[in-house]
């Protein structure tokens, strides 16, 4: 196993490239594999996406690692962070899911998935799973509903949220095109399938372009009342 | 100065909680006729600079009749909050009467306590009407001190207005009085500020945050005996908007709430925005309206002068 010894300084910025004293090397249970995560929700319809690229400092792990995860029929999520964190979370949501619908003859729905994370991730309150989860899925009528979560199980209900690594610079675009935010006099246009579609692979273009961690591959988990459509999209591999 | 610093809240590169340090004040008037409480607070969530969420709700009902404001850690806040209003559940429907808001705080504080020195990091204030499931007669005005008293006294509980000396305060008559060994509940708005460090205080007018100061400047120079419901809310509003003007980590819109004896409302949120032009609107108007009485001045003077 590759030792991750800590490149960024106890102040979260860049230690320096060139030696300049004597470092002191701590074990840190974390490490960032990178990744973001996209999820909309639209009148009848949620889309997850997320890139496929696992890295690790400077390198790429995969290519192919995908990290949108189904749930249930109606229910995808969306975990980018430490991998191993990631997959450990799913294992366990997964195992609740599975008690859940053997004690309760019924799927958990989105909304009641999401309050089960919320403390799923609290009980790790002190030694927290570094993981950034989006649910995508649709609400009892049908409606899609977006659920946006931070490291220790914060969370609330959005109509589209980025996260992960590129976060920062799709989020605005996002509240610009989806929410229609800081622009004048402009129609406020539902949003339908083809054209969410078309705007998520276009902002995920835009995402490899600019962080190095997005990149390799684009995988989106289009969740309507039939059921859950996978489409995968190249991107920059560099 | 962020309220993280404050509480010692060390930034690790895994900084990514949802902070609230946020700007709400609190405030409740208790020698006023008019007995509410209001709170006000904006709707940032950030994290290190970024906006995670610039439209959070930072004032979470309790229940009917309690209201809490969360700044800290967003994820702390909104867990414990949602421990209290269980246990509160619980206790109402054990002992057949709502806990005081001072019971609430005091609940709140000894849940925290085993955590201190961990890096939880919750400062709330709990904003609450007690007692009194009997109606309650608000009278509306600057009347005098004596129906401000009687109006205190309907909502004081039975077992006060039985055998007591008409207070000449309000204040008094709203302490624990013990009349014959029975424990009397104090009734009415109440309003108590807990913070994960250990500090339960009650209080008039609270500011939590990293806005605080700002908003305090406000309240001070505003708040005075006598205010009504309007009055109050908009001095609430205007020391949340100071405060997002000025404090980085606040900002986006405020949500009001509004707490009497009936239970807590809620007014739309309000974008912050709008009100900063309004005002530079308003300003502008004042600075045209002192331009042309200058140039009116200076009109009658020459033609005085040609005269």
Same mark, same amino acid.
């Given at each position: ?48 996406? $997320? ?55 019924? $799927? ?58 590129? $976060? ?71 | ?21 946020? #700007? @709400? ?39 009917? @009749? ?18 209290? #209003? ?8 054990? @002992? *057949? ?21 961990? &890096? ?13 499931? +009997?109606?309650?007669? #608000? ?12 109006? &205190? #006294?309907?909502?004081?509980? +039975? ?42 205080? +009650? ?75 309004? &005002?530079?609107?308003?300003?502008? *108007?004042?600075?045209? &309206? ?10 009658? +003077? ?6």
């Amino acid at each position: 196993a590759i030792m991750f010894t800590q490149v960024y300084g106890d102040n979260g910025k860049m230690k320096e490239y060139h030696y300049t004293g004597p470092v002191e090397h701590r074990f840190s249970p974390y490490s960032f594999n990178g990744g973001t995560v996209l999820a909309v929700a639209g009148e009848d319809f949620a889309i997850v996406a $997320s890139d496929t690229r696992l890295s690790e400092g400077y390198s790429i792990h995969s290519r192919d690692s995908p990290k949108c995860y189904k749930l249930t029929n109606t229910t995808v999520i969306g975990c980018s962070g430490f991998h191993g964190d990631c997959l450990t979370l799913t294992k366990i949501i997964d195992a609740r899911l599975k008690m859940y619908k053997h004690s309760n003859n019924k $799927s958990m729905t989105s909304g009641a998935i999401a309050a089960m994370l919320s403390t799923i991730l609290y009980g790790r309150r002190f030694f927290p799973y570094y993981v950034y989860n989006i649910i995508g899925g649709l609400d009892e009528e049908g409606k899609g509903a977006v659920y946006s979560f931070d490291p220790v199980g914060s969370y609330q209900r959005d109509t589209y949220k980025a996260g992960g690594s590129a $976060s920062a610079m799709l989020q605005p675009l996002l509240d610009n095109q989806i929410g229609f935010k800081n622009m004048e006099g402009v129609q406020h246009l539902p949003l339908n399938q083809e054209k969410a579609v078309q705007l998520v692979k276009d902002v995920f273009i835009s995402a490899a372009e600019r962080d190095v961690y997005t990149g390799d591959a684009l995988r989106i988990c289009i969740v309507t009342k039939e059921g859950i459509k996978e489409e995968t999209v190249p991107l920059r591999k560099d | 100065m962020a309220l993280q610093d404050l509480c010692g809240f060390k930034d690790s590169f895994l900084n990514s909680r949802w902070n609230l340090p946020a #700007s @709400h004040p609190v405030e409740y008037l208790s020698e006023s006729p008019i007995q509410f409480v209001i709170a006000a607070a904006d709707t940032r969530s950030s994290c290190n600079g970024l906006v995670a969420c610039p439209a959070s709700q930072k004032i979470l009902p309790v229940h009917s @009749h309690l209201v809490g404001t969360t700044s800290g850690t967003s994820a702390d806040c909104a867990l414990w909050k949602r421990i209290l #209003s269980r246990e509160l559940r619980l206790y109402q429907l054990r @002992h *057949g009467r709502r806990l005081s808001t001072a019971g609430a705080a005091k609940l709140l504080a000894h849940m925290l306590h085993p955590f201190k020195g961990t &890096e939880l990091c919750v400062a709330a204030t709990l904003c609450g009407w007690d007692g009194g499931e +009997q109606e309650n007669i #608000s009278k509306m005005g600057n009347e005098t001190d004596d129906l401000a008293k009687t109006s &205190e #006294s309907d909502s004081i509980s +039975q077992a006060e207005a039985r055998g007591r000396n008409p207070c000449p305060s309000p204040a008094m008559s709203r302490q624990h009085c013990s009349a014959g060994g029975k424990q009397l509940v104090r009734s009415g708005p109440s309003l108590y500020y807990v913070c994960s460090d250990g500090t339960r205080l +009650q209080g008039a007018l609270f500011s939590v945050g990293s806005g605080s100061p700002y908003a305090y400047s406000v309240l001070d120079g505003g708040v005075r005996w006598g205010l009504t419901v309007e009055e109050a809310i908009s001095l609430a509003r205007e020391a949340v908007y100071r405060a997002t003007h000025r404090d980085a980590y606040s900002g986006n819109c405020v949500d009001v709430y509004h707490i009497t004896s009936h239970g807590w409302t809620r007014r739309d949120r309000e974008e912050l925005r709008e009100e900063y032009y309004r &005002e530079k609107e308003r300003e502008r *108007g004042k600075v045209k &309206e002192r331009r042309e009485k200058q140039e009116g001045v200076e009109d009658g +003077q020459s033609s005085g002068r040609k005269k």
